[in-house]
C-alpha cells in the first residue's frame, strides 16, 4: 500500500471485524484511503472508509453537515470530513480502521485508470487532524467505536507478528 492511496477491502476484512465483536453493516464496495502508516508496524495502515457526497439524499446531506458544522473543539465534528478525490467525497472518519495487505482487494484509480492517490496538502491535513483525535479518544477507551479499532488492529498485530 501507499500512504494517501485509495484502495477497496475485501470481504474478509468485514469478517475480521466482526469476528471481534465490531461492527461493519455497510454493504456497499467502497474505497477506502490508507491515509497513514501505523507508528506501531510498517505494514500496518490507518484507513479510512469514503463514499459520494452526490449519492446522499438532502435529508442524509444535512445530517452530515450537522456534524460538519459543530465548533472544531467536539470531537463530534471529527467524525466526517468533505472533500474532492475523483468527486465530491465524505469521509467517514469515526469509521476508520487498520488494515494490512492482506485485506486490500485492489485499487482505486482515476479518470486517467491510474491508481489514485491524494495529493491536496489541505484535504491531507484536515483528514490527518481528524483521525488523529479520533485515534485519541479511541486509545483513551478500547473500543469505543463501533467497528472495535482496537481489538482489529490487536489482531492484525499478531497477524502481522506471526509472518
Not at 37 to 62: C, F, V
Not at 98 to 113: C, F, L, M, N, Q
Request: aromatic fraction near 10%; charged fraction near 25%; glycine fraction near 4%.
Amino acid at each position: 500500500m501507499i500512504e494517501r492511496g485509495l484502495y477497496y477491502a475485501t470481504s474478509d476484512f468485514t469478517e475480521l471485524i466482526k469476528s471481534v465483536g465490531g461492527e461493519w453493516n455497510d454493504p456497499k464496495h467502497r474505497p477506502i484511503v490508507c491515509l497513514v502508516k501505523s507508528t506501531e508496524n510498517d505494514d500496518l495502515y490507518w484507513a479510512i472508509p469514503m463514499g459520494n457526497w452526490n449519492h446522499r439524499s438532502p435529508q442524509q446531506q444535512a445530517r452530515l453537515q450537522q456534524y460538519l458544522d459543530l465548533p472544531s473543539n467536539d470531537i463530534r465534528s471529527c467524525f466526517y470530513h468533505l472533500g474532492r478525490t475523483t468527486n465530491k467525497s465524505i469521509f467517514f472518519i469515526s469509521d476508520a480502521i487498520p488494515i494490512t495487505d492482506k485485506y486490500i482487494s485492489g485499487e482505486h484509480v482515476g479518470a486517467d485508470k491510474k491508481h489514485f492517490i491524494i495529493k491536496n496538502k489541505n484535504l491531507i491535513a484536515e483528514l490527518e487532524r481528524k483521525l488523529f483525535r479520533i485515534l485519541a479518544v479511541e486509545n483513551s477507551d478500547k473500543n469505543h467505536f463501533r467497528q472495535h479499532i482496537s481489538d482489529v488492529k490487536t489482531h492484525l498485530l499478531k497477524e502481522l507478528s506471526a509472518d
